[in-house]
T-cell receptor, first 113, second 115 residues
Framework: EPEVTQTPSHQVTQMGQEVILRCVPI?????FYWYRQILGQKVEFLVS????????KSEIFDDQFSVERPDGSNFTLKIRSTKLEDSAMYFC???????????FGQGTRLTVV | AQSVTQPDIHITVSEGASLELRCNYS??????LFWYVQSPGQGLQLLLK??????LVQGIKGFEAEFKRSQSSFNLRKPSVHWSDAAEYFC?????????????FGKGTKLSVIP
């Protein structure tokens, strides 16, 4: 069964460092998303990406964040200068169209120290 | 702004007992509705979805959910819970039709199962 894969599963970084979280969406999907879940809180939308550009982003997705689809398979989330409050589980998701369900990866747990 | 309410933070049931997890949403029009499950240390797995049509939808692992427009609810049910169902369950909505595809999640209900 096709699945969304994320690497790494856990990343520890020092405050102020740049991190790149990687995702391989399901191969024939066209819509890509990042969500995050701070420990003990709800899952929150960050950004959606379609046709090689951001289609929506939330207030959380400020200038420190960027997304890229560098090739035909990967979808990355970059945090330019990490803060302690960026510590969270980050989920990548993809969907085949707007009107179908999103499939989520296993998540990357980011710990900023 | 749309919102999703899961009023029960934690529910404990005995194995073999029935289960109902509540979900209410606040949105101008009927959204698309989803239930996801998250096992410890795992990602979000889709249990079932409602887009339109029959208001009782069947999902994986023996789960079902009923959409009630009059109550703005989409409660998840299972007739007989298994120990492996212990996990956190999230209700989520997305606006139907054109426009935004941001999933809005509830805070989740943690399910514990007593053997």
């Amino acid at each position: 069964e096709p699945e969304v894969t994320q690497t790494p599963s856990h990343q520890v970084t020092q405050m102020g460092q740049e991190v790149i979280l990687r995702c391989v969406p399901i191969s024939n999907h066209l819509y890509f998303y990042w969500y995050r879940q701070i420990l003990g809180q709800k899952v929150e939308f960050l950004v959606s990406f379609y046709n090689n550009e951001i289609s929506e982003k939330s207030e959380i997705f400020d200038d420190q964040f960027s997304v890229e689809r560098p090739d035909g398979s990967n979808f990355t989330l970059k945090i330019r200068s990490t803060k302690l409050e960026d510590s969270a589980m980050y989920f990548c998701a993809s969907s085949g169209s707007r009107n179908t369900e999103a499939f989520f990866g296993q998540g990357t747990r980011l710990t900023v120290v | 702004a749309q919102s999703v309410t899961q009023p029960d933070i934690h529910i404990t049931v005995s194995e073999g007992a029935s289960l109902e997890l509540r979900c209410n949403y606040s949105y101008g029009a009927t959204p698309y509705l989803f239930w996801y499950v998250q096992s410890p240390g795992q990602g979000l797995q889709l249990l079932l979805k409602y887009f339109s049509g029959d208001t009782l939808v069947q999902g994986i692992k023996g789960f079902e959910a009923e959409f009630k427009r009059s109550q703005s609810s989409f409660n998840l049910r299972k007739p007989s819970v298994h120990w492996s169902d212990a996990a956190e369950y999230f209700c989520a909505v997305v606006p139907s039709g054109a426009g935004s595809y941001q999933l809005t999640f509830g805070k989740g209900t943690k399910l514990s199962v007593i053997p």
